[in-house]
């Protein structure tokens, strides 16, 4: 369905972005050697160097654009604690707005209500239906459906999901999709892949 749908677009309604890493002096990685079959092992050992840096690049383009490139520089210690202090007033505002959203839930004729009655009377719909099925599908309850994940960044000090939503998404992507739009005429779908930095900050 969705590869029906996408022939159906034109190509330059798509935006795309990526990253990628360059690593100077030697690789994180362990590198993959291929070999002929009967060979000496020995033969083919690639010399290990050690990595002098190594640099973090994210870009993205579409048809008729090319937005700006992002080279990431690690933090230092001034911001990697006011970053971290940023997420957790987020964290914050995060359980303020869950726990507001239980309390709405329980008070009947508001959104909240209405939308846990819709799900839980698709879920009795269901059982009816499936009597002889076991376990029963049980009713949605507050606690459950009104929840997020608690954001938390990586231990290790990298470009992880936080820095690509806040230097990229935010100050970069964003802008150029909004740019792109209005000079277009169109509606502009971003495309990623599935890599960890991307799904999170989404």
Not at 35 to 48: A, E, R, W
Request: net charge positive; with cysteine.
């Amino acid at each position: 369905m969705l590869a029906d749908w996408t022939l159906l677009k034109p190509l330059g309604c798509f935006a795309f972005t990526d990253e990628s890493w360059i690593e100077i002096g030697g690789t994180q990685r362990r590198q993959k050697i291929t070999q002929p079959g009967n060979s000496n092992p020995y033969d083919y050992v690639v010399p290990l160097y050690k990595l002098l840096f190594s640099l973090t690049l994210s870009a993205r383009v579409t048809i008729g654009y090319k937005g700006s490139l992002f080279i990431w520089e690690k933090e230092c210690s001034e911001e990697r604690a006011k970053n971290i202090e940023e997420l957790w007033k987020e964290n914050d505002d995060k359980r303020e707005r869950i726990a507001d959203k239980r309390r709405k839930s329980l008070v009947q004729g508001s959104m909240e209500y209405q939308e846990l009655e819709v799900k839980n009377a698709k879920i009795r719909e269901y059982n009816h239906i499936k009597e002889s099925i076991a376990p029963r599908k049980r009713s949605r309850r507050p606690k459950w459906e009104f929840g997020e994940e608690k954001l938390s960044r990586s231990a290790r000090e990298r470009f992880d999901w936080f820095m690509y939503r806040k230097e990229v998404l935010h100050r970069l992507v964003y802008p150029f999709l909004q740019k792109v739009k209005e000079e277009k005429g169109m509606d502009i779908w971003l495309v990623e892949d599935n890599a960890g930095n991307y799904t999170q900050a989404a």
